[in-house]
């Protein structure tokens, strides 16, 4: 082919076909879903909120409507009854949740949740936790491992109020808070102490 440029000029001009662009390939795997950077950080469905000590994060008989991550502090949640007599039914602290009632159809709380300490949650909306609890097998794997813990430590507290005496649950609350619930970093008591308990 030519193309007669200007003063007559006729130059030789090549046509190279042009191939026919490829559709871009999509990309079919996501990119790996982070729990950590989940359960750090604000986002999509999901805010975190601080509390001073003793603010009440929400009340018995309120709606509810999120569930909630603690990432630094610690919460207590207590019940009442028609009597207005109180009590304490769990004591939460960083990689803790709490609200999941939710997620099983409760429509109010339950129980009244209060800092006990300055604290940072990660209020994750209920429709927001129950899409990603789907979608993400590694982050419901993590929540459910934390929730079958927590019916066994729940257990664990009914007997303990049924069959011992105040001494030995004082003992084990005592206990719990220094080393923590079983499946933690340190799962046993050191051998000196088991000695001292057998005395």
Known sequence: M??????G???SQTCIPQCPSLPKRANSR??????????????????????RKKATVFAQGAPAKTVMYIQEGGVKLTVVNETAKKAVVAILGPGDFFGEGCLAGQSICMSTATAIAPTTLLVIEKNQMIRVLHEEHEFSDRFIAYTLARIVRVEED????????????????????????????????PKYRKRCWRR
Not at 30 to 51: C, E, I, T
């Open 30 to 51: 996501n990119p790996a879903f982070d729990v950590k950077l989940f359960l750090d950080s604000a986002g999509l469905g999901r805010k975190v909120d601080k509390f």
């Open 9 to 11: 000029v006729i130059r």
């Open 158 to 189: 009914l007997i303990d109020q049924l069959f011992n005496s105040s001494e030995k649950r004082l003992a084990r609350t005592l206990l719990l808070a220094r080393y923590g619930a079983p499946g933690h970093a340190q799962k046993v008591l």
């Open 2 to 7: 030519h193309a007669i440029l200007a003063h």
